[in-house]
């Protein structure tokens, strides 16, 4: 009997529709990842992220009002089992801290490939 694959629910936070619709896409390739829904903004995904459960969000950094760090910060007191990693394209090292600091897991610049990416999730 063939062992079950288990799903990785990921959510997004993404402002670019671009990047969202490109890892959308990318995602729905794969048997393993799920995407349960994208944010075009840190407050709709606040007001979300607790209902959907995911395993792991992936968060842009510069989003309109709140920052990602922001959203890591808030979100991760809430779910602290969720693995949060940002994707920008800052690589700069006091935002990476940042972001490390606020209770992110991980760090992606989105000139990762993606296979360094779904490595990532």
Do not use: H, W
Not at 69 to 79: G, M, N, P, Q
Not at 88 to 93: A, G, K, R, S
């Amino acid at each position: 009997m063939k062992e079950k694959k288990s799903i990785i629910k990921v959510a997004l936070v993404e402002d670019n529709a671009g990047i969202r619709k490109s890892l959308e896409r990318l995602f729905a390739e794969k048997d393993d990842i799920e995407m349960t829904r994208m944010f075009g903004d840190g407050e709709s995904a606040l007001a979300e992220l607790a209902a959907l459960a995911p395993d792991v969000v992936l968060v842009d950094i510069n989003l309109p009002g709140k920052s990602g760090i922001d959203v890591i910060r808030e979100a991760k007191a809430a779910l602290p089992q969720v693995q949060f990693l940002v994707l920008t394209v800052y690589d700069d090292p006091a935002r990476i801290f940042q972001a490390l600091a606020a209770g992110a897991n991980g760090y992606l610049l989105k000139r990762a490939t993606p296979t360094e990416l779904l490595a990532a999730i």
